[in-house]
Nanobody
Framework: QVQVVESGGGLVQPGGSLTLSCAAS????????MRWYRQAPGKQRELVAA???????NYADSVKGRFTISRDNAKNTVYLQMNSLKPEDTAVYYC??????????????WGQGTHVTVSS
């Protein structure tokens, strides 16, 4: 059994910063790509940032230069450092991880989401 749990959301003023964390636990053999998505009210879920097991990253155009994704493989954790936040960054942020379990089955696991609200 595998669990993926996000934390770090909250209310922040425009221009502020916030760091999200996402930790995977359970019967994990290996973790491949890890990703952050977000879904704003009334909108479709969109990919925000992704990082491979080797550390290669890619970002949505809307967050380039403001957000940084990183991971700690020893802790099975991925982070999203968000700077210069804008009201349009308000959304529920979800983490996903492509995990190979000890049964050698690889699947994409999702967290429950964490709310980020950018407002004055």
């Amino acid at each position: 059994q595998v669990q993926v749990v996000e934390s770090g959301g909250g209310l922040v003023q425009p221009g502020g910063s916030l760091t999200l964390s996402c930790a995977a636990s359970g019967s994990i053999f290996s973790i491949y790509a890890m990703r952050w998505y977000r879904q704003a009210p009334g909108k479709q879920r969109e990919l925000v940032a992704a990082i491979t097991s080797g550390g290669s990253t890619n970002y949505a155009d809307s967050v380039k230069g403001r957000f940084t994704i990183s991971r700690d493989n020893a802790k099975n954790t991925v982070y999203l450092q968000m700077n210069s936040l804008k009201p349009e960054d308000t959304a529920v942020y979800y983490c996903s991880a492509d995990i190979e379990t000890i049964t050698t089955i690889t699947a994409r696991y999702w967290g429950q989401g964490t709310h980020v609200t950018v407002s004055s």
